[in-house]
C-alpha cells in the first residue's frame, strides 16, 4: 500500500478521529444513543480489521530482510524495548490509575500499521522500506499482544484469560482469516478483486470513525467528568516520543543508516495508534472504559507530536 494510493479518509485520519469523538460526545447526550451505540463498537472494529489485513501484504514479509539491519533493530524497538519501557512509564505515572496504565501497555506495544507511511513520505525518508515493515509490524502485534497483555497487564487488572483467547479469536483471527480467503478469491477475478479492494480501503476509516463515535456516545460522560484524564496521560506519552525519537536518532548514527533509513526507522518506532488494541480492549475489558479511551486520548497526543517529528527530520536532513 503506497502511500500515494492511500484515500482521503486515511490520509485525514487523524481529524476524522477528532470529529468522531466530538460526535459521539454529541449523541451521548441523548439517552438511546448513550444506551445502546455500546452494540456497534466490536462489529465496527470487526469490520475495519478486515479490511486493514485485505491491504495488508503478508505475501511480501520478505521483502523487508532485504534491509535486514533497519528491519531487525526496529522490530526489536518495537517489540522487546518498548512493552518494558511502556510499563516502566505508567508505574511512573499512571500507578494510580490501572485501567489507564493497562491502556498505556497497550497503545504502546501496537506499532502503527497505516499512517506512519505519510509521516516517512512528509520526512523524505525510505517509504518503500517502511511499506515492507508493515506486514511484519502488523503480524507481530498480533502474535503478541495477548501475550502482553498477561504478562504485563495480568498484575494490574483481572484478565480471564480464556476470555482474551476468545476475543482474540473474534476480532483478530477470525477477520484475518476472512482477509485471506478473501485474497485467494481476488486473485481468480482481478477486475472485481480491484474494486473490492478499492471499496475496503476507502471504507476501513470510516468504520473505525464509527466504532470510535459510537464508543464515546456510550462512555463519553467518563470523560466529561475526568477531564484529567488527558492531562495524566499526557507526560507518558511524550516522554515515550522523546526518549524513543532520541534513541532511533542513536541508533541510526551508530548503525551508519542513511538519512532515508534513520527517517522511516523513527517513524516506525514512534507512530502508534493501532485499532488491533481498540479492538481488543473494547471486547475484552468492556466493564473498564477508560482503557479504551486511553487509546483514543494517546493518538490525540501523537498527531502533533508526529507533525513535529518529521519537521525535526527534515531540518536535520538540511543540516547533514
Known sequence: MEVSNLKWTEKFQ???????IFIGLALGQIPWFSKNTIYL??????????????NTPLNRLGNALQN????????????LWTPFFAWGLGAIFL?????????????MVTPCTDWYLIFTRIAKGDVTLATALLPWNLLLQVILLPIYLLIFAGKLVNINTLFLLENVVLVLVIPLLLALISKRLIQKNNHLGQRIMLKIAANQTVFLTIAIAAMFASQGQILMQRPDLLLKMLMPVLIFFGVNFWLGQLIGHLAKFSYEEVACFNCTTLARNSPIALAIATSTFGERPLIALALVIGPLIELPVMVLVSQSLLRLRHQK
Open 41 to 54: 463498537i466490536v462489529p465496527a472494529l470487526i469490520v475495519m480489521l478486515y479490511g486493514v489485513f485485505l
Open 68 to 79: 535486514y539491519k533497519v528491519t531487525g533493530l526496529s522490530l526489536g524497538i518495537n517489540f
Open 95 to 107: 500507578r494510580d490509575t490501572p485501567d489507564l496504565w493497562v491502556g498505556l501497555i497497550m497503545l
Open 14 to 20: 487523524s481529524l476524522l478521529v477528532i470529529a468522531a
